[in-house]
């Protein structure tokens, strides 16, 4: 796809290094400042897709900025500015080796594992006789381990410990934090029409002091349903109307992909591009409750280096 930035290689000022990612690029700046650009890579099952999204970077950090601040007052978060709308500058922060996933609804990769017969996730038992997309009674925190390469695994809140991943003290912070931010997504998304299914959250530490790091309630990171419909599709036993990421995956499988070994990714056509471009946008428009406007995106790479030169030159 034209005009969708996929890869980056640029030097900035101070730079140290460049962390490329599924989707975002993490440029570490001086001793304290990260540099996050959310590219329009698209991932899925652990793999990179072949073809960006044109204006998934801009819709993706704009959320994020958006639910950064409207969660500020809950735990404090890692950014700093948006000199671009793909880009956040932010502290550094030294990250927990652990996802902290929460679900309010029984779908997705949840769902395909109690289907298949599991009763615990992460240790947290399951009630018998759930249905597909049935509302948990109490919202459930599953976390995985944060893999550099490859794919993330469910784990415990005792493995985890028991691990060393993160102390027991520290950890039921996480989980304190993890469940006030859920409550507030719930809440912003209920004022949109929307339910907010599930998410992940990831957190680091700076100072002593742990910090939300990341992305926050975006496409990528969450699940929303619409409310309106989801008491009569439940009830039907029919899908749900969504908002999420889950729409590419179900493409995938559709024509026989899921990340596994020998399988070959599906053509993504200009047009099927396009098509989740606009399912994000919705996203957006929906969530934010504000019209998208789209960035000039005629030379969007040197859009962002001058934005974030620009930003640096102005601010070290």
Request: net charge negative; hydrophobic share 35%.
């Amino acid at each position: 796809m034209k005009d969708t930035l996929v890869t980056t290689d640029f030097e900035f000022p101070d730079q140290r290094s460049v962390y490329h990612g599924k989707v975002r690029d993490v440029y570490s700046i001086g001793e304290d400042l990260l540099v996050m650009i959310a590219t329009d890579r698209i991932s899925a099952f652990d793999v990179i897709l072949p073809q960006g999204i044109p204006y998934k970077g801009q819709v993706l950090n704009q959320i994020a900025a958006r639910f950064l601040d409207a969660t500020a007052d809950i735990v404090p978060n890692w950014k700093i500015a948006v000199p671009d709308p793909m880009v956040t500058v932010g502290y550094r922060c030294e990250p927990y080796k652990v996802e902290m996933v929460i679900r309010g609804y029984l779908t997705g990769s949840a769902w395909r594992e109690y289907k298949a017969g599991a009763r615990t996730l992460c240790g947290v038992a399951l009630p018998e006789g759930m249905k597909e997309n049935q509302k948990f009674p109490q919202p459930i925190i599953t976390p995985t381990t944060k893999a550099d390469e490859g794919h993330d695994e469910n784990i415990s809140k005792e493995e985890i410990i028991a691990q060393g991943l993160v102390s027991r003290e520290e950890y039921e912070q996480l989980e304190k934090y993890t469940y006030a931010l859920f409550e507030r997504g719930t809440e912003i998304a209920a004022q949109k029409g929307l339910i907010l299914v599930d998410t992940k959250y990831e957190f680091g530490k700076r100072d002593g002091k742990i910090y939300l790091i990341d992305e926050i309630h975006t496409p990528d990171s969450s699940r929303y349903f619409y409310k309106d419909t989801y008491n009569d599709l439940f009830a039907k036993g029919e899908e749900q109307r969504q908002l999420s990421k889950e729409f590419v995956r179900k493409w995938l499988m559709e024509n026989g992909f899921q990340g596994k070994e020998g399988q070959t990714v599906p053509e993504m056509t200009e047009e099927y591009c396009n098509s989740v471009s606009q399912r994000y946008i919705e996203l957006y428009e929906k969530i934010v409750g504000e019209t998208f406007v789209k960035a000039d995106i005629s030379d969007v790479a040197s859009r962002i280096e001058r934005n974030i030169t620009g930003y640096l030159n102005h601010n070290r």
